[in-house]
């Protein structure tokens, strides 16, 4: 099958950092899905796991998280999924990725894709979905449907992918959503996606929510840079409110100050976590996916995919992480077809 792999970790530049590669099909075992991928996405992992690093040649190694896809075969111990099935997941760090025709991946972790989205427009949404949805509501301590009401939440970095899907779930949960933007089209980006207030990330946030007739926020979530903002987000942050990060801090960061003095809740996540260390509770990655696509079909939440390259080859794999560690994406950028 056709592939993109790397088997050297070398600045994105390098013509070599991602090689159309021949491979055999994925073995795949009781609990798994062999899909045909249609459409991927590259995150911002995608970048980190490729980045120059000491070590020298490694095996062919595909990366690749999100994907939508068709069934081609299912596991002895699989239920609810049959060939032929649209579906869209966003797989395992322990595995070989989505950028290959097939991927294995366990039919837990995968759900039915939204019926009103193409291949492209579905595989934007897993990896994404996920990460807001769990921070907001399973490490943060709110409900999904009213959990929100009564409630300020700031989105630091809301035009990215997970910024854009946490605009939209913490609207629909009834927060009133201040995200942080700082160009014309990413402003528009998160009021488009719900944010009541967009105020700017490169100025000093207190006088621009001051402004707003907002003192202090219940929930923040920091999906741009820990150490830059943790200071300022302990004064923002209301007694006994509760701040979510996905981003791996630099340094050390000081725990005491304002976080012990107002009881501030600190949440981390990880989407992997499920999925790497073999929770119990595996298949919650599958429930959430399949809630998030429900919620698509009905309207209640809309496609982030702004743009599509296709076909998936090296080529274009090469731009799409480009594109991403510049950090001036809005959205999600996706790959589809072979």
């Known amino acids: 099958m056709k592939a993109v792999a790397l088997t050297r970790y070398l600045p994105i530049d390098d013509p070599e950092s991602l090689l159309d590669v021949e491979l055999p099909m994925p073995a795949f075992g009781e609990h798994d899905l062999r899909v045909r991928v249609e459409a991927v996405s590259v995150n911002p992992v995608d970048t980190k796991l490729r980045a120059p690093k000491p070590q020298a040649e490694v095996h062919p190694r595909v990366l690749g998280f999100d994907a939508a896809g068709t069934v081609e075969s299912v596991g002895a111990r699989v239920q609810g999924f049959a060939p032929g099935d649209r579906v869209y997941y966003a797989g395992d760090a322990t595995r070989p990725g989505s950028n290959a025709q097939f991927q294995a991946v366990d039919a837990r972790l995968a759900a039915h894709a939204p019926r009103s989205l193409d291949a492209a427009q579905a595989a934007a949404l897993p990896l994404v979905s996920l990460t807001a949805w769990e921070l907001l509501f399973q490490r943060m301590p709110y409900d999904s449907e009213r959990g929100g009401e009564g409630r300020t939440l700031l989105v630091i970095a809301g035009a990215g992918g997970v910024g854009s899907m946490a605009i ?171």
């Open 168 to 338: 939209q779930l913490a609207r629909r949960a009834g927060f009133r959503v201040i995200a942080t933007a700082s160009r014309p089209d990413t402003v528009e980006w998160c009021r488009q996606l719900g944010a009541a207030e967009v105020i700017d990330h490169r100025q000093p946030l207190a006088p621009q929510l001051a402004a707003l007739g907002i003192a202090q926020v219940d929930a923040a979530v920091n999906l741009a840079d820990t150490d830059a903002y943790w200071e300022a987000l302990g004064e923002l942050l209301a007694p006994q409110g509760h701040v979510g990060l996905i981003v791996e801090p630099r340094g050390p960061l000081p725990l005491g100050g304002a976080y012990k003095a107002k009881s501030i809740g600190i949440h981390w996540e990880s989407m992997f976590t499920r999925s790497r260390e073999g929770t119990a509770d595996l298949a919650e990655q599958g429930r959430i996916l399949a809630r998030v696509a429900k919620l698509v079909d009905a309207g209640e939440l809309r496609g982030i995919a702004r743009e599509t390259l296709s076909p998936i080859d090296a080529a274009n794999l090469r731009e799409a992480h480009r594109r991403v560690e510049s950090g001036r994406g809005i959205g999600k950028l996706v790959l589809g077809g072979w």
